[in-house]
């Protein structure tokens, strides 16, 4: 009866053994870059890759953090605050721009700011964006622009001043998004 009992727990623990580089590989990290704004903790700031100065120039540091994610994706974490934005942010292919919630994490855009999602695969999740002061001759705007496929939209609340056509405007237009054969 011993024997058998051993035999099972050897069994067990060999099949064990034999999973952990499956479970260990499915479980690598996703490579992530943490931004903060001027008013975010001196807590997350000291944890920041970047941290913006509060300006109307705070997409700069934004999409610095989207380029610095290697080719295969990642994930842009925006600390809680408020990131004025007067440009536009582009996110890169498989990458995530994602804040700390609705409530924690504020994108304001003026200027003709706003975020292009032109490539594919890309997640927004957990901010608030507002798009205010855009100029009369822009046409087809909306503070997020979706062009691509394969988009995720989580957890965004947004607003926008009647100076911008939509909040969230989906566009497919042959001449400025054209998918992969």
Same mark, same amino acid.
């Given at each position: 009866m011993r024997d058998r009992r051993t035999t099972k727990l050897l *069994? /067990? &623990?060999?099949? #064990? &053994?034999g999973l *952990? !580089? #499956? &479970? $260990?590989?499915?479980?690598? /990290?996703? !490579?992530?870059?943490i931004v903060a704004a001027s008013d975010s903790s001196a /807590?997350? @700031?000291a944890a920041a890759a970047y941290v913006c100065d509060g300006g109307v120039n705070d997409h700069v540091e934004i999409q610095a953090a989207l380029n610095a994610l290697p080719?295969? $994706? $990642? +994930? +842009?974490?925006?600390s809680s605050g408020t990131y004025n934005c007067a440009g536009i942010i582009s996110p890169k292919a498989g990458s995530t721009l @994602? $804040?700390?919630g609705e409530s924690e994490t504020n994108l304001v855009f003026t200027r003709d700011g706003r #975020?292009? &999602?032109?490539r594919e695969s890309v997640t927004l999740d957990g901010f608030h964006i507002k798009g205010t002061g855009y100029s009369s001759g822009v046409k087809w705007l909306g503070v997020v622009n979706i062009r691509a496929s394969h988009a995720k939209i989580h957890n965004i609340a947004g607003t926008a001043d009647a100076s911008i056509q939509a909040v969230y405007l989906l566009i497919h237009d042959p001449t400025v998004y054209a998918p992969d054969p």
């Open positions: *069994i /067990a &623990v060999f099949l #064990i &053994v *952990i !580089p #499956i &479970v $260990g590989g499915a479980l690598e /990290a996703t !490579p992530t870059t /807590a997350d @700031k080719s295969s $994706g $990642g +994930v +842009v974490l925006l @994602k $804040g700390e #975020i292009n &999602v032109d």
